[in-house]
């Protein structure tokens, strides 16, 4: 029985769900369809407001959520309850972005593990996954209240460089704020996709994409042959943008008045001010010669020629990138048949300037750079939807494969609507010390616990040799080949020791089958994911209660009586928080446990490092 949308609005029949393509972007956010009556791709918004919604998300006392524009207003007055850059966090762990913490002005959890961040509002605990969920949310009822009608499926974009970690959590992201994510595209794919590159079969191109956003640059290099892109070289700095311009000739304006960067840091409310003229003047030295602009009764004046020199090192920093990107696709300037630009930083006459020098060619800009990602993402819709008939679709995988994890956890190796073939790797590792054997459970389905999907294999890696917990690796590989075969292998990379098993996962499922699968996972995607966050919680409890114990049972010596009984105290606390249904409880625990053994673990690690600079074993 075929499923048929209505327009609310017009009562009119659709035969096929919308699908939209979203730019889910680090500074801005937007959402784009394939236009029902022209077939071209436009950005959609409201009559005459911006399509860009702003990817700040604002958290107020009693726990409700804003994002957007409105959000943003609170980025100064309450800089703990507002998150932005929340993409710089997808994926990653304290570890990862610990260098740049201090960038980030509300509170990033310091587990000390390799555990992916967290971060606290109030007495919340939120992943990135829940709060690009929030950004993801807004921009659904946005194209729902646009279109009039129902929105569930989208293509999302990501940065070339995002690894399977990184995906995984945008595709979770999705699934929380109740959409069918049916591909994850890369943002240069988009981007060239919307210049109509690589929608014609027999075309064969390198195209170097430079994407300067808000807050970061990146330029990939993509090789595009019989309609399949492939991403030869990435490379950028996540820290580097059209802010550090405004940031730039802010600079430029104090040392001309005397200000100094403490009375920045002390007026939070001026230095916002001085930082929005500071855009204004950079958008308006695109148009002008000369900006000439008044501040509470200063005279704020800059030209372009200032300006030029002002973000030269900037500009020279993303031709670095864009001669190591060459140089890591074995490439030069020569072999590069189209440049894009992408991101609202591009703009800058000096940015296209320098850039159509560097690669000897005029750059392609026809296309609105805030928009050119959003647009190709609803023109790969339209390919997934099947309306465009030009472009082959290769096969693909109809439903995620994965293997269980601890806690009976669903963990992705292969996401839905992947080509075939395909091949993917991932490490893991033991659990208990001493642990000669683990169990690899192959799964099919869309669901977070392995319980609600459907099991394909399970075999033991077993000869393991014995080491201590969390030392051995075990890369657990999933192959598919041409004709939809699964191949699992599993091996413990210090021993060498491997298995593997062969799966015909793609057969005995009917259409209607996946249909349900796929349906119940949106379904109960917030359940599933509110399921997930409580075992992962559980889970490091756990692990933090063991090493504690072990650390304590090693040191007890070097510990005072006061230390060992705050710490018994908090142990016990976070054992009962294990057998309670709340993550935030459990996540409360865990800091207040991590709080009291930081300063003891610090003064052991201190006695170590001198016993070992006497020359002492220890």
């Known amino acids: 029985m075929a499923k048929i949308a209505i327009n609310i609005a017009t009562g009119s029949l659709q035969q096929e769900e919308i699908i939209v393509g979203i730019d889910l972007g680090t500074t801005n956010s937007l959402v784009a369809i394939i236009h029902p009556d022209t077939k071209q791709p436009v950005v959609l918004k409201e009559h005459n407001s911006s399509s860009l919604v702003p990817s700040v998300v604002h958290f107020d006392e009693t726990g409700n959520i804003t994002v957007g524009e409105e959000a943003k207003k609170y980025l100064i007055s309450q800089p703990q309850n507002t998150i932005f850059s929340a993409k710089r966090l997808m994926g990653k762990s304290y570890q990862d972005i610990k260098e740049n913490a201090s960038f980030f002005s509300y509170k990033v959890i310091d587990d000390g593990t390799e555990n992916l961040v967290k971060v606290q509002v109030g007495n919340k605990f939120y992943s990135p996954i829940d709060l690009s969920s929030f950004i993801l949310k807004e921009l659904k009822q946005r194209a729902e209240h646009i279109l009039k009608t129902p929105v569930n499926k989208a293509v999302i974009t990501v940065p070339a460089y ?7 959590a945008t595709r979770d992201a999705g699934k929380l704020a109740g959409l069918d994510v049916l591909r994850i595209v890369n943002e240069p794919t988009a981007a060239s996709l919307a210049y109509g590159l690589g929608l014609h079969k027999e075309e064969e191109k390198t195209i170097a994409v430079y994407d300067l956003g808000g807050g970061t640059f990146d330029v990939s290099i993509l090789k595009i042959s019989n309609g399949i892109f492939e991403v030869l070289s990435t490379n950028g700095d996540t820290y580097l943008g059209g802010d550090d311009m405004d940031r730039a000739i802010v600079q430029f304006w104090m040392q001309q008045s005397g200000i100094n960067e403490d009375e920045l840091k002390l007026n939070k409310e001026f230095a916002q001010a001085i930082r929005l003229k500071a855009e204004e003047a950079k958008k308006h030295l695109s148009f002008n010669e000369v900006f000439d602009g ?7 004046l800059i030209t372009r020629k200032d300006f030029d020199t002002l973000i030269q090192p900037l500009i020279d920093k993303t031709i670095v990138c864009s001669k ?7 490439l030069s300037v020569n072999d590069i048949d189209v440049v894009v630009m992408v991101g609202g930083s591009t703009r800058v006459p000096l940015v296209k300037e320098s850039i159509s020098s560097f690669f000897g060619k005029p750059v392609n800009d026809t296309v609105n750079p805030d928009e050119v990602v959003a647009l190709g993402a609803a023109i790969q ?3 997934l939807a099947g309306n465009n008939k030009d472009v082959l679709l290769l096969d693909i995988t109809p439903l995620s494969l994965g293997i269980e994890t601890a806690g009976g956890l669903m963990d992705v190796l292969i996401p839905r609507n992947s080509k075939i073939p395909n091949k993917v790797g991932r490490q893991y590792t033991t659990q208990v010390d001493g642990q000669g054997s683990m169990r690899i459970s192959v799964y099919q389905g869309e669901r977070d616990l392995v319980q609600h999907n459907r099991k394909l294999a399970e075999f033991n890696l077993t000869g393991i040799p014995g080491m201590p917990a969390g030392l051995p690796k075990v890369e657990v590989s999933f192959l598919i080949n041409a004709d939809g075969i699964l191949v699992v292998k599993a091996k413990e990379l210090r021993s060498g020791v491997e298995q593997s098993i062969e799966v015909k996962s793609q057969y005995g499922l009917t259409d209607e089958d996946v249909e349900k699968m796929l349906l119940d996972s949106i379904t109960h995607a917030k359940d599933d994911i509110a399921v997930r966050a409580l075992v992962e919680a559980r ?3 756990e692990q933090l209660l063991q090493t504690t114990e ?18 018994a105290a908090a142990m016990q606390a976070l054992q009962l928080a294990i057998t309670m249904e709340d993550k935030n409880l459990i996540h409360t625990k865990i800091e207040e446990l991590n709080e009291i053994s930081r300063p003891y673990a610090e003064r052991m690690m201190d006695v170590a490092v001198s016993s070992a600079m006497k020359g002492k074993a220890i």
Do not use: C
Not at 162 to 168: I, K
Not at 324 to 330: P, R, V
Not at 550 to 567: R, V, Y
């Open 324 to 330: 190591n990107a060459l140089k890591d696709a074995a």
């Open 294 to 300: 008044e501040l509470n009764g200063d005279t704020l």
């Open 162 to 168: 995002f690894n399977d970690a990184q995906r995984q």
């Open 539 to 541: 889970t490091e409890a």
């Open 550 to 567: 072990k650390f304590i049972h090693k040191n007890a010596s070097h510990l005072t009586k006061d230390e060992m009984l705050q710490t």
């Open 381 to 383: 819709a339209d390919i």
